[in-house]
């Protein structure tokens, strides 16, 4: 019956757009419903779960949060995603919504095609998918040569093709979403945040609002309860990948490099923007013992902007590990990186 349907939203988004910002400000702001979440992400840093299970709300315990951290939800769906939701149907409290987040190069289609499975579509359905945009990337012209130019390309044929994977992975993101949310509007001035949103009107489906934030602060009234239904939606979300049956990731490269205690954050920083320059990597991100501090230190970077705090000190038998997520498109040069990284 489907008024019994859990309600899941889908958080898509390109590596670093803000999915965990925007979930974290979500379980701070979302008292009134029992949530759990399916986190997608790349390496075994545990990143985002470990931010998520910082917030300690009460309406979303530690139970209720499941990390899979195979990289690409979407290629795994039957290995990892539906034991996942079946786990969590299993709790005694079932929740009352699901926020699944996808990792950055995930594609959301292959997903939302999962909840027409007769075992998944009987218990829940897709509330809406929500794309993260990172406003400055799109300004930058990180991601689509001219997204006017796709819009046409749409409305005339069904599948388009183009060879820049950012560019693609980027564009089925936003086809598929119900809401597009415009983040990082503080790093945009007025006609930058206006092109940008003019910009994303176009790459999605007619009458699909875009909603211009910083920090993911949307109204959790406003995320969930869309009742888009997107598992019945499924030909209108045109996507690049439409005829495989798999898509690889192929395109992209991420490993992980360990590196000693630091002293100085900030060479840290230099270092990694350094090596985000010369290497063109996407995305980084991880904790970092400092040397005589208590706290262990979150550092995270998107292109070469590298942002980092304390986020908590360390637990006392925790392993005081530096280990960094390096991401980037394939051909990377570990090595490289790697040394770049661990020079003292
Ligand atoms: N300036 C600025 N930075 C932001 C904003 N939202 C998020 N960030 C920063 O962007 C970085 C990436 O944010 P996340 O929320 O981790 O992004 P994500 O999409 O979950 O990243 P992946 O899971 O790795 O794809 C972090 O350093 C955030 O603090 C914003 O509105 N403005």
Known sequence: MSAAKI??????????????TLIRHVLENAHDRRLALVINEFGDVGVDGDILRACGVENC??????????????????DDFVPAIEALLAHEKRPEHIII????????????????WPAIRSKLTVDGVIAVIDGKAVAEGRFADDLDAIAQERAETETIDHDNPLEEVFEDQLACADLVILNKTDLLDEAEEAAVAAQLSRGARASVKVVRVRDGHVDPLVLLGLAAAAEDDLANRPSHHDAET????????????????????????????EAARAHDVLRVKGFVEV?????????????ARVQHHF????????????????IGEKGLDRESIAAMLAQP
Not at 7 to 20: D, N, R, S, V, W
Not at 104 to 116: M, Q, S, T, Y
């Open 101 to 116: 987040e996808t990792s950055g190069l995930a594609l959301p289609k292959p997903l939302v095609k999962a909840f027409d």
């Open 291 to 303: 040397a005589g501090k208590p706290m262990r230190l979150l550092v995270q970077g998107v292109g």
């Open 7 to 20: 309600p899941a939203t889908i958080i898509t988004g390109f590596l670093g757009a803000g999915k965990t």
């Open 311 to 326: 986020d908590r000190p360390w637990k006392s038998g925790e392993e005081r590990a530096s280990r960094l997520v390096v």
């Open 61 to 78: 315990p530690e139970e209720n949060i499941v990390e899979l951290a195979n990289g690409c939800l979407c290629c795994t769906v039957a």
């Open 246 to 273: 798999e898509h690889d990731h192929d395109d992209f490269d991420s490993f992980v490099v360990s590196i000693p205690a630091i002293s100085d954050p900030a060479a840290l920083v230099t270092k990694l923007v």
